[in-house]
């Protein structure tokens, strides 16, 4: 299988490349050439479908990889790093008629609390195999932009993994309090964090810039060097995605709710628009999804967009920080990927609308007249609708969802209210609420002003009866390191002095 080049699709590399390559030279992303079909209809056995189904999924993608090694990763990787058993459990939360025919699809099991773990827990080894197969040798660095969740799990992920070194670019001031001290807290000495003044969209600018300065990429490749990147500009990490919408599918027929072949909807907290393309390649893959419902919060440049088709920047600049800081993004890097397919892979006019990104802050297209055109649905939640969600969510259904979950329960109430589609909808739950003490206990209305982040975790445990997660207990004991920051100008200087260092 071959990956495409969205900004000129007659250019292709083998698509185990793209695990490692970032983006194109020409500042193209890369995407699989077809979309095999999948089909489930499986008997249920005692192993989680994620594990089940995941390594045949990446079989479709990545013919080449011996299934054998693929079982063993996923079988030596998640039950170990994941603390359920069903690694991606799904919920049904009874209560209310607002959260009939709703599944919540946990995707917070992971190390670092947030669904950016699954993808990233497979990530390093699927870069070293693919070094291996292209023939590469060498060294691997993989520079990471994050709106707060990728960093960490990335960081957890990579940690003394041989001949990689990464660096997390995170906003200064624009992460939560706990998501910092988490990222803070590694100490491999493979591992860089700079803190940066500037939003998510500056951090991931500069990763750009980086990977498309092609001097400076042929001067780290005469040393060695293969540069990368862990964001979900990566192909790698949407392909893993892919698979918790097809197990979280099969999880419903399990159950019996459902046949398989009938539709199921699902809403996804966006940002970078990553975990909710993956569900658009399940999609074409096969899988009988009726609608993608895309949430926004206040940064709601997606929803405009699927409402005007109008993208546009400079309207909806600058950003604003939320209580859902991960999807505090405004440049939406994978939205480039949905509109190739959209063009029906027209790599020029994808190029040409980016460039007008670039050049004027905004470009245009009549969305709704396009194939699959309708499949998404579009709706935005702002921070005192997402209290008051969170609030509901306890009391009616005795679930605790974090900010970024509630934006997407909100949003699929919008959607129901909307077109009284009662379809079943797995809801993807993206984060753990023990990550956001603070807007957690803001909702449930119990904050008590100035308490220290850990009374407040303390605390919130009590109120919801689930312990604390071993990762966020562990903050207590461990001294982060302080991370360099500088503006965006001299964090590239520094960048690129270290990435000949330290190997
Ligand atoms: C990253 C993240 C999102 C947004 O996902 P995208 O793939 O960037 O759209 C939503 N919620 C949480 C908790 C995240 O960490």
């Not at 990446?58 to 994941?82: C, D, H, K, N, Q």
């Not at 939205?335 to 980016?354: P, Q, S, Y």
């Amino acid at each position: 299988m071959r990956a495409q080049n969205t900004r000129d699709a007659s250019q292709s590399i083998p698509l185990v490349e793209a695990l490692f390559s970032g983006t194109a030279s020409n500042g193209g992303l890369w995407v699989p050439e077809t979309f095999p079909h999948f089909s489930l209809l499986r008997a249920k056995g005692d192993r989680p479908r994620f594990l089940d189904i995941g390594p045949d999924i990446l079989r479709t993608f990545l013919p080449e990889a011996p299934m054998e090694w693929l079982s063993e990763l996923f079988e030596g990787l998640y039950p170990t790093r994941f603390d359920h058993p069903e690694i991606t459990p799904l919920l049904e939360c009874g209560g209310s008629a607002g959260l009939a025919r709703t599944y919540f699809l946990e995707l917070f099991h992971g190390p670092t609390l947030a669904f950016k773990d699954l993808a990233l827990t497979l990530l390093p080894h699927f870069m070293r195999y693919a070094l291996r197969v292209s023939g590469k040798t060498g060294r691997l660095l993989v520079l990471t932009a994050t709106s707060g969740d990728t960093g960490k799990a990335a960081l957890s992920a990579f940690q003394s993994i041989p001949d990689i070194q990464i660096f997390v670019l995170y906003p200064e001031g624009g992460i939560s309090s706990i998501q910092r001290a988490m990222m803070l807290e590694e100490q491999a000495t493979n591992t860089r964090v700079f803190a940066l003044k500037g939003d998510f969209d500056d951090a991931q600018r500069l990763v750009k810039s980086l990977m498309n300065d092609l001097e400076w990429r042929e001067e780290l490749n005469r040393r060695g060097i293969v540069l990368s990147t862990a964001n979900s500009i990566n192909l790698g990490r949407i392909l893993v995605q892919v698979i918790y919408y097809f197990s979280s599918y099969q999880d419903i027929v399990d159950r019996g709710t459902i046949k398989l072949g009938d539709r199921v909807n699902y809403c996804v907290p966006t940002g970078n628009f990553g975990n909710i393309l993956a569900g658009y390649y399940a999609y074409r893959m096969g899988l009988p999804i009726g609608r993608l419902v895309c949430a926004s919060n206040r940064n709601r440049i997606l929803n405009d967009f699927f409402r005007t088709g109008v993208y546009d920047l400079t309207a909806h600049s600058p950003l604003v920080k939320t209580l859902s800081p991960s999807m505090d993004i405004l440049v939406s890097s994978n939205l480039e990927r949905w509109i190739f397919e959209v063009l029906d892979r027209e790599g020029e006019k994808t190029a040409e609308l980016m460039t007008s990104l670039t050049r004027c802050g905004r470009f245009s297209i009549d969305v709704s007249a396009k194939k699959d055109g309708d499949l998404f649905f579009s709706a935005t939640c702002n921070d005192l609708e997402s209290l008051e969600t969170i609030r509901e969510t306890f009391r009616d259904g005795a679930l605790l969802i974090d900010p970024h979950t509630a934006v997407a329960v909100y949003a699929l109430g919008q959607y129901r209210k909307a077109t009284g589609d009662d379809t079943p909808c797995v809801v993807h739950s993206t984060a753990s609420p023990f990550k956001f003490p603070e807007a957690m206990l803001r909702a449930l209305q119990r904050d008590t002003g100035s308490i220290d982040d850990h009374t407040r975790l303390d605390f919130l445990s009590e109120i919801s009866g689930r312990p604390l997660p071993e990762a966020v207990r562990r903050l207590r004991l461990v001294r982060g390191r302080e991370p360099e920051s500088g503006n965006p100008e001299e964090i590239r200087q520094r960048l690129r002095q270290y990435a000949f260092e330290g190997w």
